[in-house]
């Protein structure tokens, strides 16, 4: 399985963003996929998941209210969209797939390779 996350960049405060994860792999739809991100000097924290199947979402309670995290299972592409987007949002956000937890980065099978969000004025 391979994931490449995309849709990162330069965005003001308050702008929403549109983050994919777009998998390969004849076993990829079997697995569910988080979100997370890591900012600079912080340790790599869990921001959103999406099963398997997409029936169950999973987020964050400090950005419940300004994401949505969503799949699209033929083309294999797990979305998160993010809104009101704050600086303490910034930085690099990763997708990963899971037959386990969806909330612990240990738990992560396969990792993309990220995509870097600044949120500054």
């Known amino acids: 399985v391979q994931l490449q996350a995309s849709g990162g960049g330069l965005v003001q405060p308050g702008d929403p963003l549109r983050l994919s994860c777009v998998g390969s792999?004849?076993?990829?739809?079997?697995?569910?996929i988080g979100w997370f991100r890591q900012a600079p000097g912080k340790e790599r924290e869990f921001v959103a998941a999406i099963s398997w199947s997409g029936g169950r979402t999973f987020s964050a309670d400090s950005m419940k209210d300004r994401i949505t995290i969503s799949r699209d299972i033929p083309k294999n592409t797990v979305v998160l969209q993010m809104n009101s987007l704050k600086p303490e949002d910034t930085a690099v956000y990763y997708c990963?797939?899971?037959?386990?937890?969806?909330?612990?980065?240990?738990?992560?099978?396969?990792w993309g390779s990220g995509t870097l969000v600044t949120v500054s004025s």
């Open positions: 990963a797939a899971t037959h386990g937890s969806l909330r612990h980065p240990s738990d992560m099978n396969y």
């Open positions: 792999g004849r076993t990829f739809s079997s697995y569910d």
